[in-house]
């Protein structure tokens, strides 16, 4: 089996390692960790080819800790406990040293899952190291996240990057079977976007398009490959940002064909479907908007039905919502205005709340005018009245535009009618 170059390249021990100078550098917090002799359980949450496994691996090697692995997406609460079992039932062997188990994507365990480990945690029977890349605030349960101390591992410098990119052109067997001469690494350091795993499969897959011995690695000929393999990378999830931004922007097209085949490549690239709901929930609200507000109901729906149904059967919900979404009406106009909005109180501080406005809980601030003046819109005809909401310095500037879209014209119209005398609609 040919072992992929990323795996070859995987640091041996932490003075091989790259990058996170914070966590393992000489005044690193796992340095200081290893140095006094704790050892609690970790989670590890960064960007993907950041180092997480493989710090997990030296971490265990470095403490003389035996060592299991899981997968998230392949792993259940009955791999668990077997891994549990081996651990309670060989003391002996291990000298009294508890075995570290490393779950990859944790993010991707339920509630239930999570749930398998806290005692064997609790108690000290294992250690456990989690790797995420989802924020582990949100995506593990409290009870365990509080008996693991989180660490966030960062992209990788363009430095660190390109140490890894000598190292591995010097010293990996097989790649010291030609002569590599790289005249440019900016497309190798740019593509990779502070990935290890990924810059190394990049180096991989030019070397490979590259016939002949001799090879001079330059932008042209990297962008060049990249363009000709775009299929066999994505497969393995590489340019994940890529392929979410065309899906994004074939639903914001109002594309039904192309962002259900992006949802396809996502989905066959193993990309985590409550990420794939996350990224439709936030474009139901940025890119349709009050065009098709029940849009945001359906996405978030769908959100929460995902994270409960899992996959496979998730991929039926997503279909559902995507296609849903690229048929809709699309506005922008909520996001411009809350942007807007911001722009203004960035500009203008904090201006004071007129006084009609204020609320009057004491009979001090009555008297110091407090709500004086304040008109309740239910006692008016049409429940409206025209009277002043924003700060004097401000007063008359619209932040809210609607578009030329069914549900908006009404809306456009609704404001038209009612300020017609402040605002220009």
């Known amino acids: 089996m040919n072992t992929p170059l990323a795996e070859r390249m995987r640091p041996k021990t932490l003075a091989d390692y790259f990058g996170q100078e914070h966590l393992v550098g000489p005044k690193g917090s796992l340095t200081q960790m290893i140095t006094n002799g704790v050892f609690p359980s970790l989670i590890f949450w960064g960007p993907p080819g950041t180092g997480k496994t493989t710090l997990a691996q030296l971490l265990a ?13 392949k792993a259940g609460v009955k791999e668990i406990r077997e ?131 001799s090879i001079e690695i330059t932008n042209d000929f990297v962008f060049e490959t990249v363009q000709t393999h775009t299929v066999l990378f994505d497969k393995n999830g590489d340019f994940h940002y890529d392929i979410v931004s065309a899906f994004i922007k074939s639903i914001r097209g109002s594309d039904p064909n192309a962002a259900v085949y992006w949802l396809a490549r996502m989905i066959e690239a193993g990309e985590d479907i409550l990420f794939i709901a996350r990224r439709l929930l936030i474009l139901a609200a ?63 501080g904090n201006l004071q709340v007129p006084l009609h406005l204020r609320n009057a809980p004491t009979k001090l601030m009555k008297e110091m005018g407090y709500g004086k003046g304040y008109q309740y819109a239910h006692d008016y005809k049409n429940q409206f009245v025209d009277q002043e909401f924003l700060p004097e310095q401000i007063a008359g500037t619209k932040f809210y535009d609607p578009a030329d879209n069914p549900k908006e014209k009404t809306i456009r119209s609704f404001l038209k009618e009612r300020w017609k005398n402040k605002y220009d609609y």
Not at 61 to 73: G, N, T
Not at 287 to 314: H, K, M, R, W
Request: aromatic letters at 6%; proline letters at 4%.
């Open 83 to 213: 891994i549990i079992h081996k651990a309670e039932h060989s003391g002996g062997l291990f000298s009294g040293k508890s075995p570290i188990l490393f779950i990859d994507e944790i993010h991707r365990f339920s509630k239930s899952q999570q749930d398998s480990l806290l005692n064997a945690v609790e108690k000290g029977i294992l250690t456990l190291i989690g790797a995420t890349t989802e924020n582990p605030s949100f995506e593990v349960i409290n009870a365990l996240l509080s008996r693991c101390q989180v660490y966030i591992l960062n992209p990788l410098k363009k430095e660190d990057l390109e140490k890894i990119l000598e190292t591995a052109i010097a010293h990996d067997p097989q790649l010291k079977l030609k002569k590599i001469t790289v005249k440019e690494s900016e497309a190798l350091i740019e593509l990779a976007g502070g990935d290890a795993r990924k810059l190394l499969s990049l180096l991989e897959l030019v070397i490979q398009a590259h016939p002949k011995n």
């Open 286 to 348: 940025e890119d349709i908007g009050i065009a098709n507000p029940t849009a945001l109901v359906l996405a978030n729906s769908t959100f929460q039905a995902v994270g409960s149904v899992g996959y496979p059967e998730g991929r039926i919900l997503l279909s559902e919502c995507t296609l849903y979404l690229a048929s809709s009406p699309k506005s922008n106009k909520a996001y411009l205005a809350i942007d807007a909005a911001l722009a203004k109180v960035k500009q203008t």
């Open 61 to 73: 090697l470095e403490k003389d800790r035996p060592f299991y692995q899981l997968s998230a997406i």
